[in-house]
């Protein structure tokens, strides 16, 4: 089993629709996470760290649950630009980080 | 503003050819890692080094070493170019200590063909 797993996709969206990714982890001693988003052929950055509260950027919302291991980031409103590959990442102790194989957004007009 | 630098951004190596990827960050970072991207599998861990000369394996370091001589500078080197090393190599740092926030910073990435 992935130490953390994704789902492909791609998710094929219209603009301004909402929608949700998921992201399981394996580690449950694991301290941090984040999502990282990724254009084609570009280097991954970071697109929002995920708090045990949950927190919110703009139209980004991120939740995590540690009982069941998993983390979500819900994109509303989509836009064209929101089209890209999500990595979700989780960092055990120290600097030991794993990433997802990432999940793919079109966002079509 | 941050920054991680990979000098050489496109390579096609022969076969059995020695390579280096060099990789540069200005933000004074202790930990430095090298990763292979590849279709469907992700971000793959290949060497990590916390401090200068320090290094340890990560997942997958069959096929290659790393230096650490300076701590801005880690050295990713493949020592016998295979074709199965085609991929993209990314270069990534992250502070040690709470000041230096929990950010990892890539680099643009090194694309590497072996023919």
């Known amino acids: 089993r992935k130490e953390v797993e994704q789902d492909p996709g791609p998710f094929n969206v219209p603009e301004g629709a909402t929608v949700a990714f998921n992201c399981t982890y394996s580690n449950s001693a694991s301290q941090s996470f984040f999502w990282y988003r990724q254009d084609c052929r570009k280097e991954p950055k970071l697109l929002m760290s995920v708090y045990s509260s949950g927190n919110e950027d703009g139209r980004f919302t991120a939740q995590l649950n540690r009982a069941s291991q998993y983390i979500s980031l819900l994109i509303r409103d989509s836009k064209l630009s929101d089209s890209a590959t999500y990595l979700c990442?989780?960092?055990?102790?120290?600097?030991?980080?794993?990433f997802g194989a990432g999940t793919r957004l079109f966002v079509k007009a | 503003d941050v920054k991680v630098t990979q000098s050489s951004r496109y390579l096609v190596k022969r076969t059995g050819e020695k390579v280096f990827l060099e990789c540069v960050q200005d933000m004074d970072h202790e930990n430095m890692f090298w990763y292979r991207q590849d279709p469907g599998l992700g971000l793959r861990l290949i060497y990590f080094?916390?401090?200068?000369?320090?290094?340890e394996k990560g997942d997958i370091p069959e096929g290659y070493s790393v230096s650490r001589e300076k701590k801005e500078r880690f050295s990713l080197i493949l020592e016998s170019a295979s074709t199965n090393q085609t991929s993209m190599y990314l270069c990534?740092?992250?502070?040690?200590?709470?000041?230096?926030?929990?950010?990892?910073?890539f680099g643009e990435g090194s694309w590497l063909t072996v023919v």
């Open positions: 080094s916390y401090d200068v000369k320090m290094k």
């Open positions: 990442v989780v960092r055990t102790g120290g600097f030991k980080t794993i």
């Open positions: 990534a740092s992250i502070g040690q200590h709470e000041s230096s926030g929990n950010t990892i910073y």
